[in-house]
């Protein structure tokens, strides 16, 4: 028997839920839902830019002043790179090493970092110090700052599809329930008269 194939008529009835004198006052009210749902989906994309605005100005801003704070030196290794290990004692493929810098007092820094696998004693490496000579993260940059405001908008865009999306199956799991209990009450009033009809 040939399988039929989906046609845009099709989908079409599917998602309005049909038509004609079988469509009930709750198929309506689903379909209605289903549009809802659809202009959510629309409806979202403002909020998430504006989420994605108000991000990326934050995190310019803040990436900016942390690059003035910060600055990167030269530190020296005072020993050949470590493997660093797991809890089973298997290597993790980065290093990590004792390092010493000057920070800008003029005072002698010592801290320990992770560094290029087998790295020695004596090697430089460059580290992020701040005003006091602390060692700090590397400042965000614009592929930090880029990915930030991304993940801000795509989070706020999919809470507010979520919370939609849950909204509509529970009114659909509402219908659901008075449509089996108006089927109930219905048959349990049209089968006594078809079984003595049978009979």
């Not at 030269?74 to 390092?99: E, F, I, K, S, W």
Request: aromatic share 8%.
């Amino acid at each position: 028997m040939p399988e039929k194939r989906a046609t845009p008529n099709h989908g079409i009835r599917r998602f309005t839920l049909g038509s004609g004198p079988l469509k009930r006052k709750s198929d309506r009210l689903q379909f209605l839902a289903r549009v809802l749902v659809l202009c959510s989906l629309v409806m979202a994309v403002p909020p998430a830019l504006a989420v994605a605005t108000a991000t990326h100005s934050r995190a310019r801003a803040e990436a900016t002043t942390e690059a003035e704070e910060r600055q990167q030196v030269r530190a020296t290794l005072q020993q050949d790179a470590a493997p660093d290990l797991d809890g089973y004692g298997n290597a993790l493929g980065t290093a990590g090493a004792t390092v010493v810098w000057t920070a800008p007092s003029g005072m002698e820094r010592k801290g320990r970092v992770d560094v290029p696998m087998g790295a020695r004693a004596g090697n430089s490496v460059p580290i992020w110090v701040d005003r006091r000579g602390d060692q700090v993260p590397k400042p965000p940059d614009d592929g930090d700052v880029a990915r930030r405001t991304v993940g801000q908008a795509l989070f706020t865009y999919v809470w507010i599809v979520g919370l939609v999306c849950a909204g509509y199956f529970g009114f659909r799991t509402a219908l659901d329930r008075s449509r089996l209990r108006r089927w109930a009450t219905d048959w349990a009033a049209v089968e006594p008269l078809w079984r003595r009809e049978v009979l």
